[in-house]
Nanobody
């Protein structure tokens, strides 16, 4: 089992940047595929990015491709989401999640463990 805690959210102007972190407990962090999802008010939780065990493989949602970068440091049990050129439509609660899948996955149902979320608000 793994416990996840997100941090780094906040209020930023459009065009600005934020870096989210996801700290994981336990000694098996490197065995999990990790992902970021987000949920805006009144909308379903949607996929943002995912990264493989080693960090060598990543997938991004089209809406964030070229602006967001997912990464992980297995020695620190931490995953990151660098968000650049933020837009008002990026406003949401951002969640990190861990999956026992064999490879990167965009499907919410493949993720067994979730953090509590961190709010990101982008003003226009």
């Amino acid at each position: 089992q793994v416990q996840l805690v997100e941090s780094g959210g906040g209020l930023v102007q459009a065009g600005g940047s934020l870096r989210l972190s996801c700290a994981a407990s336990g000694r098996t962090f490197s065995r999990y595929v990790m992902g970021w999802f987000r949920q805006a008010p009144g909308k379903e939780r949607e996929f943002v990015a995912t990264i493989s065990w080693s960090g060598g493989s990543t997938i991004y949602a089209d809406s964030v491709k070229g602006r967001f970068t997912i990464s992980r440091d297995n020695a620190k049990n931490t995953m990151y989401l660098q968000m650049n050129n933020l837009k008002p439509e990026d406003t949401a609660v951002y969640y990190c999640a861990a999956s026992r899948a064999a490879t990167t996955t965009t499907r919410r149902g493949d993720y067994s463990y979730w953090g509590q979320g961190t709010q990101v608000t982008v003003s226009s």
